[in-house]
């Protein structure tokens, strides 16, 4: 394959990134804002004669591309402070509006955090941040390698 067919794929993937951060950072804002900056924004742009943005009801859901799954979880993970299996995360990630995609989603969110090893762990009880000390009252400890020993 030529040069330029690669340096499509490898920018088709950048904007893959980027989107998927995007998306991110829409949710979490329109879970943490309490909505005056969008209201004021509305009003401006009603002043400017220009149509306000619709409502995120009007949308569709985001859909669970891997780095928004994985940037959920940890959300999630540190909002509960403690390990949770795939199955409790990916009822919360789609508790905070993210659909997740596939019969089993508890599949997909496991394969997706024991693909993202490097940020995440599972400590036995459910998965963990790995670069976070597991909770008080959380059996065991992580070795070097990110295993748990008892």
Request: charged content about 30%.
């Amino acid at each position: 394959m030529d040069q330029a067919y690669h340096k499509a794929v490898n920018r088709k993937k950048e904007l893959e990134n980027e989107l998927a951060e995007v998306q991110l950072f829409l949710l979490l804002y329109e879970r943490f804002s309490d909505g005056t900056e969008r209201e004021h924004a509305e009003a401006k742009a009603d002043s400017n004669g220009v149509e306000p943005t619709p409502d995120t009801e009007d949308f569709p859901r985001p859909r669970g591309n891997p780095d928004i799954v994985a940037g959920m979880a940890e959300a999630v993970l540190k909002d509960v402070g403690r390990p949770m299996t795939r199955g409790e995360l990916a009822r919360e990630i789609e508790n905070r509006g993210l659909t997740l995609p596939g019969g089993d989603k508890a599949k997909y969110v496991g394969t997706i955090l024991w693909r993202k090893d490097k940020k995440f762990v599972n400590a036995g009880q459910g998965y963990w941040l790995r670069d976070l000390p597991l909770p008080s009252g959380t059996v065991g400890e992580f070795d070097l390698t990110g295993k748990l020993s008892p």
